[in-house]
C-alpha cells in the first residue's frame, strides 16, 4: 500500500479550519457525497446537505464561537483509498486551551480517497468521560 500519511492528516486539519470559521458548508465538504456523521444522543446524519444543515444550526446555536482540536491516535491504512483514523479531541469554548471533560471525544473516522482527495465515509465520536 502506498498512502501519503500527511495527506490522511489533513483531514482532521480542514474540519478545524471549517470549525474556526463555524463554516458549514466547509464542514461538509470534507465529506464523501454520501458520508454518514453519529455523534452522541443518537444523531445520525447521511449525505452532505444534511450535514451542513444540522451543523449550520449548530454554529447559529449552542456552538457559536466555538472551535474544535484534533489530533490523529492511530492511522490504518486498509487499502490505498480507504483509512481508519482514530482521532481524540474535542470542542473549545471562547477561552479554553483544552476540552473540558464533558466536551473531550474520541473520533473514529473512514477515510477515502475520491478523484485525489482525502473525504471522511463514516464519522463517529463518543465523550472520553461518562
Known amino acids: ?15 478545524v479550519a ?3 470559521k463555524n463554516d458549514a458548508g466547509a464542514f ?21 446537505e444534511e450535514i451542513r444543515a444540522h451543523m449550520a444550526g449548530l454554529y447559529e446555536g449552542e456552538l ?4 474544535v482540536t484534533g489530533s490523529p491516535q492511530l492511522i490504518k491504512p486498509l487499502s490505498d483509498s480507504i483509512v481508519l483514523l482514530i482521532n481524540k479531541g474535542g470542542v473549545l469554548h471562547p477561552g479554553d486551551t483544552e476540552p473540558s ?4 471525544i474520541r473520533a473514529t473516522w473512514l477515510l477515502v480517497k475520491q478523484n485525489g ?3 471522511i465515509s463514516a ?7 461518562s
Open 101 to 104: 471533560e464533558k466536551e473531550a
Open 28 to 48: 461538509a465538504k470534507v465529506f464523501a457525497e454520501d458520508g454518514t456523521l453519529v455523534l452522541p444522543g443518537g444523531v445520525f446524519l447521511k449525505g452532505r
Open 18 to 20: 471549517a470549525w474556526a
Open 64 to 67: 457559536k464561537g466555538t472551535t
Open 123 to 129: 464519522y463517529q465520536n463518543t465523550p472520553l468521560a
Open 117 to 119: 482527495e482525502w473525504l
Open 1 to 15: 500500500m502506498s498512502i501519503d500519511l500527511m495527506e490522511v492528516q489533513q483531514v482532521p486539519n480542514r474540519i
